[in-house]
Structure formats: C-alpha cells, structure tokens
C-alpha cells in the first residue's frame, strides 16, 4: 500500500538554526499537508499546498516557515530560525483531491528538537 | 476560533466493554468529520468517516447530530489493541482538518 514518507524521524538542532523538514507525499496525490503536534497538545494544521502554490496557511505558519516542492516527489518544509516552541512532532500529509470526502494520509512524523 | 472539544479521558475499560466517545465542534460550516485513531508518538490514522446521518465499520459506530454539533463514536466489543487516543476531526473551507484534542482509550484484560 502507498505511503507518505518523511526523512528524519528525528532531527534535533541548535535555536537559531535552519532546518528542512522532507516528506514525499504518495504518488498520484496532488495536495500536500503540514502539521504539527507539540507533545501533549492537538495536531495543528500549519499549511496546504497545491499546484505549487499555498492554497491555506495558519497563524502559527508565520514568516519563518516555507514550503517547496522541489521535484517531482519531494515536499519540504523549511524553518528559517528555529526557536525552542518550534519543538513538535510534524506530520506530512497528502490527499487525492481537496473535496470534503477525501482522506489526508500522514506520514509517520519528524520529531524536532530545538535546544 | 473554529475549535473542535473532546473529553481528555483516559477511559479505562475491560476487554469486550462498550465505550462511546462524545465530541463538539463550533464551526457550523464543517462539511465533514472524521474520526482518526493515533498510537502513542505515531501518526494519526482515519479510523472512519461520519456523515449526515453517521455510519457503522464492524464494531465501530459514528454519529453526528447536526443540529446539536455533536458526534458521537461507540466502541463494541473492545479489544486490547484498541488502546490508543481517539481523535475527533472537523473538514473546514480550505481543506484544513481541525483537531481535536483526542480521548484516551485503555482497554484491560
């Protein structure tokens, strides 16, 4: 069964640092999802993607968050300077299409670790 | 804020009870609701789509009551490996999911 990836399952950096979070989403899906879960607290959606344009972003998804779509497969988030309340659990997710009835599947998460 | 609330739990049953899980949601445009199911430190995974009038997988029940902003999943039979938090999602405009904050299942021998 297809499946979204995401490279590293952990990643700990420096505040301040720069780091790219990667995720390729399952092959024919065209929508691409990031979101966030602090350890303890709800999943936070963070941004969608389509068409190589963000279709929606949230108020947590401020200036230093980007997003990118490389290549054909890969889709990463970037965090320009990372700051200790950036450290969450963040999942990738895909969909088929952006109707209402249309599953997002989720990788298994990058851990990131701001010290 | 578009919030969608559940009880934290944990509910804690034994092997072959009936749990039900209740959640609200405040958006009254939400189009579509899921529930997700999420292992400790994993990814959440669809569990089931709740529409207009609800629906049954097995031993999985889910029901929403529009009028109320109120969805509803019932549990039969419970098994050890249905411990795990059980999270309520809202599909808003925009194609976002709207968590929320997950109940907690923890089905004993």
């Known amino acids: 069964e297809p499946e979204v990836t995401q490279t590293p399952s952990h990643q700990v950096t420096q505040m301040g640092q720069e780091v790219i979070l990667r995720c390729v989403p399952i092959?024919?899906?065209?929508?691409f999802y990031w979101y966030r879960q602090i350890l303890g607290q709800k999943v936070e959606f963070l941004v969608s993607?389509?068409?190589?344009?963000?279709?929606?972003k949230s108020e947590i998804f401020d200036d230093q968050f980007s997003v990118e779509r490389p290549d054909g497969s890969n889709f990463t988030l970037k965090i320009r300077s990372t700051k200790l309340e950036d450290s969450a659990m963040y999942f990738c997710?895909?969909?088929?299409?952006?109707?209402?009835?249309?599953?997002?599947?989720f990788g298994p998460g990058t851990r990131l670790t701001v010290l | 804020r578009k919030e969608v609330e559940q009880d934290p739990g944990p509910f804690n049953v034994p092997e072959g009870a009936t749990v039900a899980f209740n959640c609200t949601y405040s958006n009254s445009a939400s189009q579509s609701f899921f529930w997700y199911r999420q292992d400790c430190r994993k990814e959440p995974k669809l569990l089931m789509s709740v529409y207009s009038s609800g629906n049954e997988d097995g031993r999985f029940t889910a029901q929403l009551n529009r009028a109320s902003q109120y969805i509803s999943l019932l549990i039969r039979d419970s098994k050890l490996s249905d411990s795990a938090t059980y999270l309520c999602?809202?599909?808003?405009?925009?194609?976002?999911?709207?968590f929320g904050g997950g109940t907690r299942l923890m089905v004993k021998p």
């Open positions: 993607f389509y068409n190589n344009e963000i279709s929606e």
């Open positions: 997710a895909s969909s088929k299409d952006r109707g209402y009835d249309n599953e997002q599947f």
């Open positions: 999602v809202a599909h808003n405009a925009g194609n976002m999911l709207t």
């Open positions: 092959s024919n899906h065209l929508y």
